[in-house]
């Protein structure tokens, strides 16, 4: 086989040398496109240990009081009727998944000017961390009840109230 003229240079190279420049050229495109991105879309959906149980939420001692669940499970909406110096509670049924006692973030908005504190009667360990903010310590399994004191003072002006509550999760200490 004769060797091939390179244009405008008047040289030229063997066969086996350009069959060589198509191989590498050939290697780097496949090299090339293995480390690439993938384009497109796709779902991801990531799930979260703690959530709320199937019995739900409860409200006791409330004129009106309603909750829906998020379809998530893992936030709801509340609403009640309250007049001066009122209380009731909202009873949150939570089930841990995971395997091991999980560490969980409640956050209330929109909830001023009421007063939100964690019952001492709850089976779920919580600690006020800021005004509508809670830290949650849940045991594995299901049945753990959060139960939240819902409070109003005596200048407050009767009404139908409402607030949403979310649950989020907290990255767990490593040991």
């Known amino acids: 086989m004769k060797d091939i003229p390179i244009p405008g240079t008047g040289k030229k190279i063997p066969p086996a040398v350009v069959a060589m420049i198509f191989i590498l ?5 496949t090299a ?46 509340t609403s009640a009727t309250i007049q001066q110096g009122e209380d009731y509670e909202i009873e949150i049924n939570l089930t841990n998944e995971a395997d091991e006692e999980v560490l969980g973030q409640v956050v209330i908005e929109g909830a001023a000017p009421l007063h939100i504190d ?15 903010e809670f830290i949650i310590s849940v045991a594995s399994g ?24 979310t649950i989020k999760p907290v990255e767990q200490p490593v040991d």
Request: net charge negative.
């Open 25 to 29: 050229i050939g290697a780097g495109a």
């Open 32 to 77: 090339g496109a293995a480390a690439g991105t993938i384009e497109g879309e796709g779902n991801t959906e990531v799930e979260q240990a703690l959530v709320i149980g199937s019995d739900g939420i409860g409200i006791d001692n409330a004129d009106d009081g309603i909750a829906q669940v998020g379809d998530s499970n893992t936030s709801f909406v």
């Open 118 to 132: 964690a019952s001492d009667d709850s089976d779920v360990d919580a600690q006020k961390t800021g005004n509508g």
């Open 142 to 165: 299901a049945n753990n009840d959060l139960i939240l004191e819902v409070s109003s003072d005596q200048d407050i002006s009767p009404g139908f109230f409402e607030f949403e509550v």
